[in-house]
């Protein structure tokens, strides 16, 4: 029980691009307009913040490409998105979570997951659970993942799991978990969820959370059905 009380709280880091019309979501563009995508994707990250400050943390981090609106809700550190690809990127990340707070496990989250609830995250990241637990990893849909915690994070680490894996394919997720059972890691799987990348993601996201921002803006979007080529 003296281990669980004094177990620190995680650290959540959610890395995102500022929703600035043509920069976000493109793949939405048609049936949308750059500005509709883009008011998608404010909607998205802002449900995306909204619930992991709902979560226990010792810091909330956001590691941002651009610059922050007000869709950044209060109790947000904010700092730049290395040079790099996305790997680096995302290692980047978990590197600054190992120097801020060195003891605390660290998870990292995207933009395209508004449907997520605090309670898929708060369960298995809790002291009481998480004892005996490496990693956490979140699968998404399309073959990639959308999320990853690390319970020992460190710069080495984060390099050696992520540099190179190739990102955006649908062996994204595989490859990563590849790299974790080399790392010799216990995983606690994490649900399986939807990335908003495609209209018929953004309808399928939707209708998971009825009452959420993405949801509530997507109703103001006319999409057509998709029809296949």
């Known amino acids: 029980m003296r281990a669980v009380l004094a177990a620190p709280p995680p650290t959540l880091l959610v890395i995102a691009k500022s929703p600035a019309p043509g920069r ?3 793949r939405l563009t048609p049936p949308c307009t750059p500005e509709q995508a883009a008011a998608l994707a404010s909607a998205a990250l802002a449900d995306t913040l909204h619930t992991l400050g709902t979560m226990p943390a010792g810091r909330r981090v956001l590691v941002l490409d651009g610059r922050p609106g007000d869709w950044l809700p209060p109790g947000w550190e904010v700092v730049a998105q290395t040079g790099g690809g996305l790997d680096e990127r995302l290692a980047a990340a978990f590197a600054h979570a190992a120097r801020v707070a060195p003891h605390a496990p660290a998870l990292l ?4 997951t508004p449907q997520l609830s605090a309670a898929a995250l708060a369960e298995p990241l809790s002291a009481a659970r998480r004892a005996g637990t490496d990693a956490w990893y979140g699968p998404a849909a399309d073959g ?3 999320a990853l915690g690390l319970a020992r994070p460190t710069a080495e680490l984060a390099a050696r799991l992520l540099h190179g894996v190739p990102m955006s ?8 978990l590849e790299r974790l059972a080399e790392a010799d890691l216990t995983i606690h799987h994490l649900p399986l969820l939807t990335d ?3 209209a018929e993601d953004a309808r399928r996201v939707a209708a998971e959370a009825p009452d959420s ?3 509530a803006q997507l109703g103001t979007v006319d999409l057509k059905p998709e029809v296949a080529s």
């Open 24 to 26: 976000v979501k493109t």
């Open 109 to 112: 989250v995207g933009m395209d």
């Open 144 to 146: 990639g993942f959308w």
């Open 169 to 176: 394919t649908p062996r994204t997720g595989a490859v990563l």
């Open 196 to 198: 908003v990348d495609t």
């Open 213 to 215: 921002r993405f949801a």
